[in-house]
C-alpha cells in the first residue's frame, strides 16, 4: 500500500516524453545543448550529483506545463539549478554565480521571478525520488563495486539528455543502468 502510494505520488512528479509539446521554440535538440551547458556549469560549482537529475526534472516538469520563450530557456535551466542546490546542497551557489555563468544574460531579478514561477508552478512540491537515489540503493541491494557504480551512474547521466528517456520510470532506468554496468564488467 505504502509502495503504491509512493509510486503515484512520484509519477506525478515525473515529466513525460512529450515535455516540450508546449513549446514553439525549443526542440529536443536545444534541451540536449541546454543540459550538456548545465552538466559544465554543474561540474564547475562542483554540485552534488544529485543536485543534477532535480535540476532536469523540475527544468521538464515546468516546460511541459509552461511556454517558454527561446530567450528565457537558459533562465529556465540556471533557476531549476538554483532550485535544486537550495535543495540538495549544503552551501548552494549563490544568484550572482548563475549571473556571472550566463555571462550576465539575466538579472539577479530575472533569476528571482522565474525562481517564484517555477515554484508556484510546482506547488513548491520538490520531493521525489530521482534516478540517482533508485541507483544508490539498488547498487547496495545488487552489492555493486564502486566500478559497477561508476558506470551505472554514467549510463543514466546520459539518460538525462535524450528526452524520450522521460518515459521510462526511474527505478527502471536505474535497475538498467546497473545491470548495463554489471554486463560491462564481466
Not at 535544486?84 to 538579472?107: F, H, M, Q, S
Not at 533569476?111 to 544508490?136: G, P, S, V, Y
Not at 539498488?138 to 524520450?164: D, K, N, P
Request: proline content about 3%; some cysteine; hydrophobic content about 40%.
Amino acid at each position: 500500500m505504502l509502495h503504491e502510494m509512493i509510486d503515484e505520488s512520484n509519477r506525478a512528479k515525473r515529466p513525460t516524453q512529450h515535455c516540450l509539446a508546449l513549446q514553439t521554440q525549443i526542440n529536443s535538440r536545444m534541451r540536449r545543448i541546454l543540459i550538456d551547458w548545465m552538466v559544465e556549469v554543474h561540474i564547475r560549482f562542483k554540485l552534488l550529483p544529485e543536485t543534477l537529475f532535480i535540476t532536469v526534472n523540475l527544468m521538464d516538469r515546468f516546460a511541459q506545463g509552461n511556454h517558454i520563450p527561446k530567450k528565457e530557456f537558459q533562465l529556465v535551466g540556471v533557476t531549476c539549478m538554483l532550485i535544486a542546490g537550495k535543495y540538495e546542497e549544503i552551501y548552494p551557489p549563490l544568484i550572482e554565480n548563475y549571473v556571472d555563468i550566463t555571462d550576465r544574460a539575466y538579472t539577479k531579478q530575472d533569476i528571482i521571478d522565474k525562481e517564484r514561477d517555477i515554484l508556484q508552478f510546482m506547488q513548491f512540491d520538490m520531493t521525489f525520488a530521482t534516478i540517482f537515489r533508485f541507483l544508490q540503493r539498488y547498487s547496495r541491494l545488487g552489492q555493486c563495486t564502486q566500478m559497477v557504480f561508476s558506470l551505472a551512474q554514467y549510463c543514466i547521466e546520459l539518460s538525462l539528455i535524450e528526452v524520450t528517456m522521460n518515459k521510462y520510470p526511474a527505478d527502471l532506468l536505474a535497475c538498467s543502468a546497473i545491470y548495463v554496468g554489471k554486463k560491462m564488467m564481466q
